[in-house]
């Protein structure tokens, strides 16, 4: 079933890819930042995932080989993450509200000063 | 005494601790500021050099396990440090950027507000790219990257009264995210398959084999880290960023951000997945290094503020390095490595310049400046050293290290006899003319030529200012002219480091892990130059100068004499020659050079310039496609 | 062909050029070229035709007395001349020549000015015709000046004393020598015959020269004394004071 | 007597004295016979040294919007790193300093002079002095292309598989195998070198930055007296420094291995090459205009060379 | 030494830069002719020059129209020393048949000092390549000057 996490997870960064690439409004790029985000997340999370296995809460004397757990490492890795991942939404959001302010607009095609 | 295995984590923390000591001290006095943003950047400083004797010279690597969370039974568990002399190398580079970075922001930064979330943000920069470079475990290098995009995105956005910042800082940090999302896949791809994190045992581990899915998180590590270091299609947002963003982050910028992204490439190319000896993965390298020098040299040409032809020429100088790096021999590594510590030397310098302009006359535009070089005339001489260094005018550095480059190139072309390496060189060759064109063209808009009426009252800047303009300057002419000793004590170190990835395992990862895993030590080797003696050339060269000076100085009473114009000569025999016309201003600015060229490219400017469109759609979609790309081309030729 | 010279040029470079040796070897200008300008004064009767016709005005003439008569000089000044030949076409005399001689430079412009000067001698008077004029007009049609109208249907002789330059040309042609230099009769203030001897002419007189008593109606004037200003011609009340020859 | 001898090649032979005068030499061969195929007499062959002479005799006038250092500077430098590349340039099989500089070095070491121009003029503050640098640079950008493969196919012919950028090696293959000239996939890459040295010298029809007539000769206008002189000089010096370096690459089997012997030989090659791609050149063409030049040499020089490169690739 | 072979050479490389002050175009068109094959100037060293910083003579033609007086003073004050003036035609000596008009300020010689005055109307390139031979000799005198 851990398939399904997978197919979930390239589905969410694909439609997060898709939303920053064809959305011009940018709270929606903001959003699909996110979603790739939460897709790469999901998949982390899965990849530690082990069917059947415990959590992973031991004393030094319960630890033997063999031991069945699911991997600790990855729900770390993803709480990282999901931090991170705040820390760049409330950046980028905060910075669509200042360029809303400069900009009086939220379009990404009227916000193109720097190019060429 | 305490052991220098310590050295660098301390130097990382150090900055971290001033960042957050400053948030709680530095609210008020810029006194304060300024003293702890000197204080860890020069502790850091030292600590690092400290360690040049026992990585550089001795050719040890420091491993350091954080909580002292050793392996158990050859798997790695905690977090590592690890300094090898590659990332020593990129250390050094990181350290000195932002010592100098921190002096010159002393007076550059005093007409802004809010100064402590400049330093806050400037110290955890400096403080992420440290640990990036010096770190041995794959995701505490993501996490790094993360650290560095949003401190950059701030930093970037910092003057958000100026038109575009924040604009920039949006564009740098969804280009930035996407970036570092990618990286984070691929480590996830990578812990799926090897349970590890540490670059070492990963190393260890994919031995360079790869399966499906390795392949898989290489091409997004690849680009992932591509997006870091701003190659071609992921460029536009650190054009944009370097332009807004004051000049001393700027310089850090292109000085050290950019190369943790080189850095990051080295390291997962050559070290994690070891995948260099592969002749696709080197074209793929090489395709890229050759359209991100030429796409940024030409988008240069065509640009009209300082800041941001300065930012495009870092772009095609990173080409210059990934290709050189990308060719994946001892001598493109040398030359590559080179090529990245004089990026740092000559872009810092002449983003130091740049800003030096601004704070002298509040502008970066090309079409409103000229003429400076009378008013500011030490400026001017740093500008020049940087100008010619990046142009590769020998015998400053750049020119080693291009000189370098070709022949690492065109060495590949001819023991592979693939003639695109030969066109490669040719290609290198033409954008190092290119970049020459383009700063000539500054060199006329801003510093030669007439002075506006505008900037009349421009005065020279402070000598805090200039200080880090001039050690950069004697770097550039010092490291040009001893680039063998620069080479033999710190390039090739760092290039045997790169190649030799037993050591590094086998320090990390306990002794004899290496060989088990079938990881072969390639013995130290000393790449073949071709002649190029500058010492010799600037012996001689001052040995003529000074028979011209003394039949100068001989001939006074035959020749006549050198009549400077007073400085109240207004008209008349000093005034401009303008066909007998008073001579008005009539200054031939940036954008007016070079239209015998852009004339025969025009087609290509108009595609450039629909390519660079501004909107933050089409560069995430350069990104995703690229990344695209990218994972084909390594499913279809990379096993 | 994409270079058409290329075969021209390597002719040429085994040919002789076709360069003129010219400072070492002088070379004749062509037929009919004008160049300095001779003036023959001892030629010219001071006619100024060549003054008249000049366009950039670059022939001056200076009178300059001296004892028994003028020295007349011409100045051709050939930093201001088009060399255009007018002057030369225009001198009856052929006293005006232009030159082949080109060679005109010099460190001082006032080398370049070509200069000559004739002696005239004093002539006594205005050109006057004696009795005995057969009106053949032979002197009419010498004068350079065209001063001279003869209309033999009625006889006349005219001189225009505007026009006159007095070169003498009429008299040496003049068969029946009737022509001359008359002496003019001196010229003084008269009096008419209405004169009421209001005495205001005395009173305008600045130098007194006229004295008037009316009790004895007599008028006269010291001659010597008279500058001729006109004043009491102008102050007559009866309009009877005149300018005119004393006989 | 070591040390004797480095004075001596620095300032005589193959330094300053010897460039300087075949230099002059060549200009003034260069006018002379330009002057006979115009069907001209011409100035006498020591007409550079006289126009030499009299600009140092003339005052030297420092504009006001000049950066006076700079503009004095320019010139000396441009000279000195002229005469210090002509010393690592092999007159024939003499070499004064063996093995200093490579090709590539040498390529960009003859950008020097050129960028002193670029800058000494830019430094004028003229307006037409800026139009002169940027025609100027794009003249540089114009034959950098054909140069750089002219190069590499020599290197590759010289080298086979390995890499091979030194003069000497160069000139040792073509001892042993006769001159590159006479391999057949270097022919275009000769022909290619012949029409990059006249716009490397600036003249016609290449002489775009000096127009005298357009843009009063450009980076030039403002000079005058003594800098103007050395300007002078190191067009005349680049006419002896590119022909060298052709006879370097393409007639190295000319050596005689006597000193006096190749500097005779080394200074009638001089001759007959300036005779041949600038002399004859400049001759029958006119003033090309920038756009031209740029289209010209990015597509026929360049072609030429490239086609040099794939030939010598595919082992001709 | 130098000083004489510089003063000799003075005579023996003179530049012209040549200034139009209104002329017709006639005694241009003839110091061009004074380039051609036929009389070729450059036999005795004599170029055009661009730019008057480079020239040793400078040639005026043209009768010095108000609008050009003060290009050509600003000109002259440009020309770095020793330098001639020559005039070409009488136009700039006297004004010519423009002499007296309101928009020209004719004899030259009320702002500087002429070397060497060519006449003609238009000059004729033999008596051009003999004035500036001329003036040539003026220079070399100019440098002997300087030298004392």
């Known amino acids: 079933m851990i398939i399904v996490n997978y197919i979930a997870s390239v589905v969410l960064i694909a439609l997060g890819f898709y939303v920053i690439v064809s959305k011009k409004h940018l709270i929606k790029i903001v959003i699909g930042m996110s979603i790739v985000d939460y897709g790469i997340n999901l998949f982390i999370v899965s990849t530690g995932f082990n069917e059947g296995g415990t959590a992973p809460i031991y004393k030094m004397s319960e630890f033997f080989r063999g031991s069945y757990f699911v991997d600790p490492v990855p729900q770390a890795l993803t709480l990282t993450s999901i931090v991170i991942g705040a820390c760049v939404d409330a950046m980028a959001l905060s910075l669509v509200i200042k360029l809303y302010k400069q900009y009086h607009t939220a379009d990404s095609d009227e916000i193109r000063r720097l190019r060429g | 005494m305490m052991s220098y295995i310590h050295f660098p984590v301390i130097a990382m923390m150090t900055l971290f601790l001033g960042a957050f000591l400053t948030v709680v001290f530095g609210r008020k006095s810029q006194a304060v500021r300024v003293f702890l943003a000197l204080l860890s950047s020069g502790i850091a400083f030292c600590l690092i050099c400290a360690l040049i004797k026992p990585v550089l010279i001795d050719g040890e690597v420091i491993s350091y396990w954080m909580g002292n969370w050793s392996p158990v039974e050859g798997y790695a568990i905690g977090i590592g440090y ?61 996490i790094m990257i993360e650290i560095m995009t949003f401190t950059s995105v701030g930093l970037a956005a910092f ?61 997004l590590m690849f680009t992932g880290l591509a997006v870091k270091s701003y190659i071609v299609p992921f460029h ?36 994690i997945f070891r995948a260099m000896d592969k002749s696709s993965v080197q074209l793929l390298m090489v395709i890229f290094g050759v359209i991100t020098m030429f796409v940024g040299v030409t988008m240069a040409l065509a640009q009209h503020d300082f800041k941001r032809l300065l930012a495009f020429h870092s772009i095609s100088q990173i080409g210059y390095v990934i290709t050189a790096a990308g060719l994946g021999s001892a001598l493109g590594l040398t030359a590559g490595l080179f090529h990245a510590m004089n990026h740092t030397l000559f872009k810092g310098l002449l983003f130091l310049c740049a800003g030096a302009v601004f704070y002298a006359t509040g502008t970066t535009n090309l079409d409103r400046l000229g003429g400076l070089s009378k008013k500011m005339p030490k400026t001017t001489i740093c500008f020049l050293i940087g100008a010619f260094s990046i142009s590769g005018l020998p015998p400053f550095n750049g020119f080693a290290s291009k000189w370098l480059v070709y022949q690492a190139v065109y060495e590949k072309a001819v023991t592979s006899g693939n003639i695109f390496y030969a066109f490669a060189t040719v290609a290198a060759v033409v954008v190092s003319v290119m970049t020459l064109a383009s700063f000539i063209k500054v060199t006329q808009a801003v510093f030669f030529g007439q002075l506006p009426a505008a900037l009349e009252d421009t005065r020279e800047v402070p000598a805090l200012m200039r200080l880090p303009m001039w050690i950069m300057s004697c770097l550039c002419v010092l490291t040009g002219v001893f680039y063998d000793q620069v080479s033999k004590w710190l390039l090739m170190p760092a290039a045997n480091a790169t190649l030799n990835v037993s050591d590094y395992i086998d320090k990390m990862m306990g002794e004899g892990y290496a060989a088990g895993a079938g990881v072969v030590n390639i013995p130290a080797f000393a790449p073949r130059f071709s002649f190029w003696n500058p010492v010799l050339w600037l012996l001689l060269f001052v040995i003529v100068l000074a028979a011209f000076c003394l039949a100068i100085i001989g001939s006074k009473g035959d020749r006549a004499q050198i009549s400077a114009a007073p400085e109240d000569a207004v008209d008349g025999k000093y005034a401009t020659f303008f066909s007998g016309e008073k001579s008005l201003p009539s200054h031939v600015s940036g954008s007016d050079l070079f239209w015998g060229f852009k004339k025969n490219w025009k087609g290509y400017f108009k595609v450039m310039d629909d390519i660079h469109s501004g909107r933050v759609n089409d560069y995430a979609l350069y990104v995703v496609a690229a990344a695209a790309l990218v994972t084909v081309f390594m499913f279809g030729f990379v096993r | 062909m994409m270079f058409p010279f290329i075969k021209e040029a390597m002719t040429n470079l085994f040919s002789r050029p076709s360069t003129e040796n010219f400072p070492a070897q002088p070379v004749a200008a062509k037929p009919n070229y004008r160049g300095r300008i001779s003036y023959d004064p001892e030629k010219c009767v001071n006619c100024g035709m060549c003054v008249k016709v000049c366009s950039p005005a670059a022939i001056t003439r200076e009178y300059k007395d001296v004892e028994g008569g003028q020295e007349i000089t011409y100045h051709f000044d050939l930093t201001s001349c088009t060399f255009c030949g007018t002057c030369q076409d225009f001198c009856e005399e052929k006293a005006i020549v232009l030159t082949d001689d080109y060679l005109m430079f010099a460190e001082d412009p006032k080398d370049l000015i070509v200069s000559g000067t004739r002696f005239k001698e004093k002539v006594k008077g205005k050109l006057s015709c004696g009795e005995g004029c057969v009106y053949c007009g032979l002197c009419a049609r010498n004068c350079p000046q065209n001063a001279i109208t003869v209309d033999r249907a009625t006889k006349t002789w005219t001189v225009d004393h505007e026009k006159c330059v007095q070169c003498g040309k009429c008299i040496e042609k003049c068969p029946k020598k009737v022509l001359s230099f008359a002496e003019p009769a001196p010229e003084g203030v008269i009096l008419g015959p209405d004169c009421i001897y209001c005495g205001l002419c005395a009173r305008k007189c600045p130098v007194g020269a006229i004295t008037v008593d009316r009790p004895s109606k007599s008028w006269t004037i010291d001659r010597e004394k008279c500058v001729q200003c006109g004043l009491c011609v102008k102050n007559c009340p009866k309009k009877t004071l005149s300018m005119g020859p004393i006989e | 007597m070591e040390y004797l001898k480095i004075i001596f090649n620095i300032l005589v032979f193959p330094g300053c004295l010897f460039v300087g005068a075949v230099g002059l030499l060549l200009a003034g061969l260069d006018r002379k016979v330009l002057a006979r195929m115009q069907k001209r007499v011409g100035p006498p062959v020591i007409q550079p040294l006289y126009d030499f002479l009299k600009l140092l005799g003339k005052e030297t006038i420092v504009p006001k919007a000049a950066n006076r250092k700079v503009f004095l500077a320019a010139p000396v430098v441009g000279f000195s790193a002229l005469v210090v590349t002509a010393l690592f340039l092999p007159v024939l099989g003499y070499r004064a300093f063996e093995g200093s500089a490579d090709l590539i070095v040498l390529l960009y070491l003859l950008t020097i002079p050129a960028v002193a121009l670029i800058v000494g003029g830019s430094s004028s503050g003229n307006p037409y002095a800026g139009i002169g640098i940027s025609r100027e640079m794009v003249t540089v950008m114009s034959y950098e292309l054909p140069l750089i493969c002219i190069m590499l196919a020599v290197a590759r012919k010289v080298g086979g598989s390995s890499l091979c950028f030194s003069l000497s090696e160069i000139a040792a293959y073509q001892q042993a195998n006769g001159s590159l000239l006479g391999s057949v996939a270097l022919m275009p890459a000769a022909v290619a070198m012949l029409l990059v040295i006249p716009a490397e010298v600036g003249t016609q029809p290449f002489d775009v930055a000096e127009a005298e007539t357009e843009i009063l000769e450009g980076p030039l206008i403002e000079y005058s007296g003594a800098p103007l002189a050395v300007f002078k000089l190191n067009t005349a010096m680049k006419m002896y420094i590119m022909t060298t370096l052709f006879s370097a690459l393409f007639l190295g089997g000319l050596a005689t291995g006597v000193t006096a012997l190749d500097a005779l030989i080394q200074v009638l090659l001089c001759i007959a090459l300036t005779l041949i791609c600038i002399t004859t050149v400049h001759a029958v063409t006119a003033r090309l205009k920038v756009e031209h030049l740029f289209k010209f040499y990015w597509t026929v020089v360049a072609g030429l060379s490239a086609l040099s490169l794939v030939l010598v690739w595919l082992g001709f | 030494m130098i000083k004489k072979a510089i003063a000799n050479s003075m005579q023996r490389s003179p530049w012209l830069y040549h200034v139009n002050t209104g002329s017709c175009n006639g005694c241009d068109i003839e110091l061009v002719a004074c380039l051609t094959p036929r009389y070729d100037v450059e036999r005795f060293g004599f170029k055009l020059a661009g730019s008057p910083r480079h020239a040793d003579i400078v040639v005026v033609s043209g009768p010095v129209t108000s609008q050009s007086k003060e290009r050509l003073l600003r000109t002259l004050e440009q020309v770095p020393k020793p330098y001639c003036i020559v005039t070409l035609g009488s136009c700039p000596q006297s004004g010519n048949v423009f002499k007296g008009s309101y928009s020209v300020e004719a004899p030259i010689e009320k702002f500087c000092h002429v070397d060497v005055a060519i006449a003609g109307c238009t000059v004729k390139p033999e008596a051009v390549v003999a004035g500036l031979y001329r003036a040539t000799e003026i220079l070399k005198a100019k440098r002997e000057a300087m030298n004392k």
């Not at chain 2, 800082?169 to 984070?184: A, N, P, W």
């Open chain 2, 159 to 219: 003057r958000n009264n100026r038109a575009g910042s924040v604009e920039a800082g949006f564009k740098y940090l969804v280009i930035g995210s996407l970036g570092s999302s990618m990286t984070l896949f691929g480590v996830a791809i990578l812990y799926g398959n090897c349970h590890t994190l540490n670059m070492a045992q990963l190393s260890s581990i994919l031995a360079g084999k790869l399966t499906p899915s390795t392949v898989m998180a290489f091409a």
């Open chain 2, 82 to 142: 690890e300094v090898d002399a590659l990332g020593l190398f990129f250390a050094l580079i990181t350290v000195f950027t932002v010592l100098l970075s921190c002096v010159y922001s002393i007076r550059y930064m005093e007409r802004d507000s809010s100064l402590d979330f400049y330093y806050v943000l400037f110290l955890m920069l400096s403080g992420s790219v440290l640990g990036l470079v010096l770190t041995g475990d794959v995701f505490n290098m993501f």
């Open chain 2, 236 to 271: 536009t947002p650190a054009a944009d960023a370097y332009t807004t963003a004051p000049a001393s982050i700027s310089m850090v910028f292109s000085g050290m951000v950019n190369k943790a992204g080189v850095y990051g490439m080295i390291r997962l190319t050559y070290m």
